[in-house]
């Protein structure tokens, strides 16, 4: 059965900081991950999908990779923003179906 | 191009009562997915419609219940309404609902049941 998780639970960071947010998977036969962001009571935002036959994907600020092999991916986002400010969450897709796997969610802090 | 709409927003409900949840997809957007969101058990997987059919399921008891009509808006059902399905339900299209399809969620319906 594939379970996510992600570490830490929640991160607080000063503005302008890197940061990595973390993914890992117990399954590492997975077709494609992504992360998503989440703003308190709203619905989730796609922020970056990574086929399994990528190793990263990069969206402005934003830079996810992916190392099946080891069952990990990475969430790297530069110069931190207070807008920044979010839960999140990366999902994984096991079997050749829509069905998205989350991990439980990193809430992020950015202090101006 | 218009996003994923649900509605409606916010429902408040009693014990055994039933409610219907409605989802309007990105237009040329065939699949439909549905997902419950708790603090205590974070998203899980309702059900994914395509094509008006029910292709996937996951471990929810029958009083979820979806369809999805011929263009492509997805409705859900809880009967018999409990405490535990207090909740934010999500839907979220793809195109064909297939593994290399990016997923695009709603801003979601927020359940009570008092």
């Known amino acids: 059965k594939q379970e996510v998780t992600q570490i830490p639970a929640a991160l607080s960071v000063p503005e302008g900081e890197n940061l990595v947010l973390n993914c890992s998977f117990t399954d590492s036969a997975i077709y494609n991950l992504q992360w998503f962001r989440q703003d308190p009571g709203k619905g989730l935002t796609s922020l970056l999908l990574?086929?399994?036959?990528?190793r990263e994907q990069t969206s402005g600020r934003l830079n996810a990779s992916l190392d099946k092999s080891s069952g990990r991916s990475t969430l790297y986002i530069a110069a931190s923003q207070p807008g920044d400010s979010a839960t999140y969450l990366c999902?994984?897709?096991?079997?050749?179906?829509?069905?998205?796997?989350f991990g439980q969610g990193t809430t992020l802090q950015v202090k101006p | 191009k218009a996003g994923v709409t649900q509605t409606p927003r916010y429902l408040i409900k009693t014990r055994g009562q039933q409610v219907t949840l409605s989802c309007s997809p990105i237009?040329?957007?065939?699949?439909v997915s549905w997902y419950q969101q708790t603090p205590g058990q974070g998203l899980q997987f309702l059900f994914e419609y395509f094509s008006e059919t029910q292709r996937n399921k996951g471990n929810f008891p029958g009083r979820f219940s979806g369809r999805q009509f011929s263009n492509s808006r997805s409705e859900m059902n809880v009967s018999t309404l409990e405490l535990g399905d207090s909740a934010l339900y999500l839907c979220?299209?793809?195109?064909?609902?297939?593994?290399?399809?990016?997923?695009?969620f709603g801003p979601g319906t927020r359940l009570t049941v008092l």
């Open positions: 237009s040329g957007h065939r699949s």
């Open positions: 999902a994984v897709i096991s079997g050749n179906t829509g069905k998205l796997i």
């Open positions: 979220a299209s793809s195109l064909t609902g297939t593994a290399d399809n990016e997923q695009f």
């Open positions: 990574i086929q399994s036959s990528q």
